[in-house]
């Protein structure tokens, strides 16, 4: 695409956000809030964020701007640690049209940034491909096997997108005796700096918590603990915790021979209330997650290009139960029901 030449301005006159252009630059915390600040005026009008994600998406898209992956599949997307940049010309894009702002600014910003806004449900809609909906076209429900085959499980479900409820699939795994809070604190305290790796070559997710790190979420006292009124989720890139861990949990009995398990685990527990909000992941594969105890309800969202085909989906996973989702393709939340501890733990296959 070829650049068209930026007007020349006075330089003694201002922009429109009220900065001098030739002498103040917009931080990455400034990108931020302009962000939010479009968010917030979006949802004060009586949008859901599935709706502003949705007419950001179609703005990006009236502004010629490239929201389906070319040729060889992927789009340019600059990743960082739990960080996903658009490009110059989209992130300007979408400030431009939802707050008038002048893109000079952010253009003279993102030229020398690497990272621009934190990975959210906007960011991962417009890196996303556009799908074909046969992943849920005539779907009207989560499939729920009771037993299951790796040749049923290949030839209906693997590699199609299609999620599926598998039960019980973890009724001889360790980890449904000995896991929770004081287990996954002590495993962290056995190796040194693991857990300053989760926060900062891993990924924290502390939802709607006060942890602002995992090291933080590991100094819970014993009171805090028991009440259960906080939920977290992360990944764990440390090799020598992924060994304690899989000594706990197998690799699921359904899945390919040939398929290639990630490194990667995920863990999230909690107590009752909202998990995760809405969001769609860039991740590198499908995705399982293993109930390991406690109860959770997935609410399956599809992509705004198959809402006349496909519809959303409810499903309870309980204990013991291992629930399949290709969550680059499947919008997704959860809620995590009354009653004991919710600890999930999952990874991805190729």
Same mark, same amino acid.
């Given at each position: 695409?070829?650049?068209?030449?930026?007007?020349?301005?006075? $330089?003694?006159?201002?922009?429109?956000?009220?900065?001098?252009?030739?002498?103040?630059?917009?931080?990455?915390?400034?990108?931020?809030?302009?962000?939010?600040?479009?968010?917030?005026?979006?949802?004060?009008?009586?949008?859901?964020?599935?709706?502003?994600?949705?007419?950001?998406?179609?703005?990006?898209? *009236?502004?010629?701007?490239?929201?389906?992956?070319? @040729?060889?599949?992927?789009?340019?997307?600059?990743?960082?640690?739990?960080?996903?940049?658009?490009?110059?010309?989209?992130?300007?894009?979408?400030?431009?049209?939802?707050?008038?702002?002048? *893109?000079?600014?952010?253009?003279?910003?993102?030229?020398?940034?690497?990272?621009?806004?934190?990975?959210?449900?906007?960011?991962?809609?417009?890196?996303? $491909?556009?799908?074909?909906?046969?992943?849920?076209?005539?779907?009207?429900?989560?499939?729920?096997?009771?037993?299951?085959?790796?040749?049923?499980?290949?030839?209906?479900?693997?590699?199609?997108?299609? $999620?599926?409820?598998?039960?019980?699939?973890?009724?001889? !795994?360790?980890?449904?005796?000995?896991?929770?809070? =004081?287990?996954?604190? /002590?495993?962290?305290?056995? +190796?040194?700096?693991?857990?300053?790796?989760?926060?900062?070559?891993?990924?924290?997710?502390?939802? /709607?918590?006060? +942890?602002?790190?995992?090291?933080?979420?590991?100094?819970?006292?014993?009171?805090?603990?028991?009440?259960?009124? %906080?939920?977290? @989720?992360?990944?764990?890139?440390?090799?020598?915790?992924?060994?304690?861990?899989?000594?706990?949990?197998?690799?699921?009995?359904?899945?390919?021979?040939?398929?290639?398990?990630?490194?990667?685990? !995920?863990?999230?527990?909690?107590?009752?209330?909202?998990?995760?909000?809405? =969001? &769609?992941?860039?991740?590198?594969?499908?995705? %399982?997650?293993?109930?390991?105890?406690?109860?959770?309800?997935?609410?399956?969202?599809? $992509?705004?290009?198959?809402?006349?085909?496909?519809? /959303?989906?409810?499903?309870?996973?309980? /204990?013991?139960?291992?629930?399949?989702?290709?969550?680059?393709?499947?919008? =997704?939340?959860?809620?995590?029901?009354?009653?004991?501890?919710? &600890?999930?733990?999952?990874?991805?296959?190729?």
């Amino acid at each position: 695409m070829g650049k068209k030449q930026a007007n020349k301005k006075d $330089p003694n006159s201002e922009a429109s956000t009220g900065k001098n252009s030739k002498t103040e630059k917009l931080t990455k915390e400034d990108i931020k809030q302009l962000m939010q600040k479009a968010l917030d005026k979006a949802r004060k009008n009586g949008l859901s964020t599935y709706e502003i994600q949705t007419d950001l998406t179609n703005a990006l898209r *009236s502004q010629n701007v490239p929201v389906k992956p070319s @040729g060889n599949g992927s789009m340019t997307l600059l990743k960082c640690t739990s960080v996903v940049a658009l490009t110059v010309v989209s992130i300007a894009i979408v400030l431009v049209v939802c707050l008038d702002l002048s *893109s000079e600014e952010l253009l003279d910003f993102v030229r020398s940034q690497d990272c621009l806004v934190p990975s959210n449900l906007l960011v991962n809609e417009v890196g996303r $491909p556009i799908s074909d909906c046969s992943m849920c076209r005539g779907l009207e429900a989560v499939p729920i096997e009771t037993s299951i085959t790796k040749e049923i499980f290949l030839q209906n479900y693997a590699y199609s997108g299609r $999620p599926v409820l598998i039960k019980q699939a973890t009724s001889d !795994w360790l980890a449904l005796e000995y896991f929770d809070y =004081h287990f996954f604190r /002590q495993l962290y305290e056995k +190796f040194p700096d693991s857990a300053e790796m989760v926060d900062s070559d891993c990924n924290f997710l502390r939802y /709607q918590t006060e +942890f602002l790190t995992f090291v933080d979420f590991l100094k819970m006292d014993d009171d805090k603990v028991n009440r259960l009124d %906080w939920y977290v @989720g992360w990944s764990n890139c440390d090799r020598r915790v992924m060994k304690e861990l899989r000594k706990y949990y197998e690799r699921p009995f359904f899945l390919p021979d040939d398929s290639v398990s990630s490194t990667l685990d !995920w863990i999230f527990i909690g107590g009752a209330g909202p998990g995760a909000g809405l =969001h &769609i992941d860039v991740v590198d594969a499908s995705s %399982w997650q293993a109930q390991i105890r406690g109860e959770k309800i997935w609410t399956l969202v599809p $992509p705004y290009e198959c809402e006349a085909v496909c519809r /959303q989906m409810n499903v309870t996973v309980n /204990q013991g139960d291992i629930f399949v989702l290709d969550t680059n393709i499947w919008f =997704h939340r959860t809620e995590i029901l009354e009653g004991e501890i919710s &600890i999930t733990i999952g990874s991805e296959y190729d």
